[in-house]
């Protein structure tokens, strides 16, 4: 029975140290020393990632655009945007511009 309590003891003792490790390890990643404490005015949420606030908005991901002329979605950023109208590549807002103007055209 005796040597059943200490193994149960042995287990909790080495649980407790393996946390104690992995807690300092996040410390140390996160750019704070081992067994420093929160800094004045911030929170334990706060110290553990860094001083990042925890209650900010995440960044959004960059909106995607259709290309009119071939339909392939690319990101805001790097589309050409024409008029209304959004495209992938500036070639393929050349040939869309040339195809509309041929088809406004009278013919002859």
């Known amino acids: 029975m005796r040597q059943i309590l200490l ?3 042995l287990f ?3 649980q407790w140290f393996v946390k104690a490790l992995r807690r300092a390890q996040t ?3 996160a750019g704070a020393q081992p067994g420093q404490g929160a800094q004045p005015g911030q929170s334990a949420a ?3 990632t860094g001083g990042a606030s925890t209650s900010g908005k995440a960044a959004l991901p960059e909106p995607m655009v259709r290309c009119a002329e071939c339909g392939v979605h690319a990101p805001r950023s790097e589309s050409v945007n024409v008029g209304a109208r959004s ?3 500036s070639e ?3 040939a869309w511009d040339a195809r509309t103007t041929a088809q ?3 013919a002859r």
């Open 7 to 9: 193994l149960v003891l």
């Open 12 to 14: 909790v003792v080495g």
């Open 27 to 29: 410390q140390t990643r």
């Open 46 to 48: 706060q110290s553990a």
């Open 87 to 89: 495209f992938c590549s």
């Open 92 to 94: 393929h807002a050349r």
């Open 104 to 106: 406004d055209r009278p």
